[in-house]
């Protein structure tokens, strides 16, 4: 969910103390997840184990989760998880030795560090064809009040190759890819604001695609036609999800959420008929560091927006449907 309050806060990460986060599902276990006949399953960070740790469920016909499996077997702080196009890898970042990128089989096996250590290496995502990585290198340590500088970079999906395809570019995150070959990432370029943008695969033809409020967790759909996001657009503290054209034109509201509930960090399942997405409830607002939050889905167009009854982390669940 985009940061309403702090420029940090999308890295999702906790170097230096600089972030608690609370809400964790009840019952979790370890051990393999199965997809049984429902909707698929998603991956999403959640604290059951006392620190951010990424979980898998199945989410059943009525968009009910099931009981959460934890993936991952790190001491550290994970975060930002992003599926493979095949759904047999999840790439995500890791806070050791600062923060990382690793990849890890969907079975929660064969973990791998990609990225150099130490550094400050976060978001990744997949190119459509699995072979390369685009994420984010901070150029210092976050710091409280403070924004620091980033650039955008690719590399193999084996940890070699890796390059800057933007530099310069202030505060410049959580970049996605499409099947068309865009990138699409939201920054504080033209800042004091959030703003999404698009560019190439090699960091040319920057288009900025908002210009009011904050927008922020861009992700786009499976055919690379439309981009979600959270945006505060609204006024009045609110906070929710739209969707627009890949050129920003056609902004639709997606959910209506009012003060104090939040909707935001989305993502489509891979037939792009539904969204999953993070919903901040029980009267608090993000900004409290224990605000309890859930894992929610709807229909692409907004409809039927559910809980999955799921508790998540409270700030930056990222909820990933699992391609099929």
């Known amino acids: 969910m985009i940061s309403l309050r702090s420029a940090v806060r999308p890295l999702g990460f906790a170097l230096g103390g600089a972030l608690t986060l609370a809400c964790a599902p009840s019952g979790a276990a370890t051990g393999p997840v199965s997809s049984g006949a429902g909707l698929g399953r998603i991956a999403f960070v959640s604290k059951a184990a006392g620190l951010n740790q990424i979980y898998l469920m199945a989410i059943d016909s009525a968009g009910l989760g099931s009981t959460p499996v934890r993936l991952t077997a790190d001491r550290e ?3 930002y998880p992003s599926w493979s196009p095949d759904g047999r890898q999840l790439a995500y970042q890791r806070d050791i030795n600062g923060a990382a990128i690793y990849v890890i089989n ?3 096996t064969g973990a791998r560090r990609l990225s150099p250590t130490p ?3 976060v978001t990744p995502s997949w190119s459509p064809d699995g072979t390369k990585i685009v994420f984010v290198r901070l150029l210092a340590a976050p ?6 500088p980033s650039e955008i970079h690719v590399m193999n ?15 410049s995150i959580e970049p996605r890819w499409a099947v068309t070959g865009k990138i699409v990432f939201m920054s504080l370029m033209n800042g004091p604001t959030y703003d999404i943008y698009t560019m190439n695969a090699d960091g040319t033809g920057i288009q900025r695609l908002t210009s009011s409020a904050n927008n922020g967790d861009p992700n786009w759909s499976p055919d690379g036609s439309t981009i979600i996001f959270g945006s505060d657009r609204e006024g009045g503290n609110k906070l929710n999800v739209f969707s627009m054209r890949a050129d920003g034109s056609q902004v639709m509201q997606l959910t209506q959420f009012d003060v104090p509930y939040e909707a935001g960090d989305t993502n489509f399942s891979s037939d792009g008929t539904r969204i999953t997405f993070e919903v901040n409830i029980d009267g608090k607002k993000q900004s409290d560091p224990n605000v309890p939050a859930e894992v929610w889905t709807m229909k692409a167009g907004g409809s039927e927006a559910r809980s ?3 508790a998540c982390s409270s700030v930056g669940c990222a909820p990933r449907w699992q391609p099929k």
């Open 119 to 121: 550094g400050f290496d």
């Open 143 to 148: 710091q409280p009040n403070t924004i620091p």
């Open 157 to 171: 999906a084996d940890g070699t190759g890796d390059r800057v395809i933007l530099a310069n570019a202030g505060l």
């Open 77 to 79: 702080a994970e975060n």
């Open 308 to 310: 999955t009854k799921v």
């Open 106 to 108: 969907a079975d929660g």
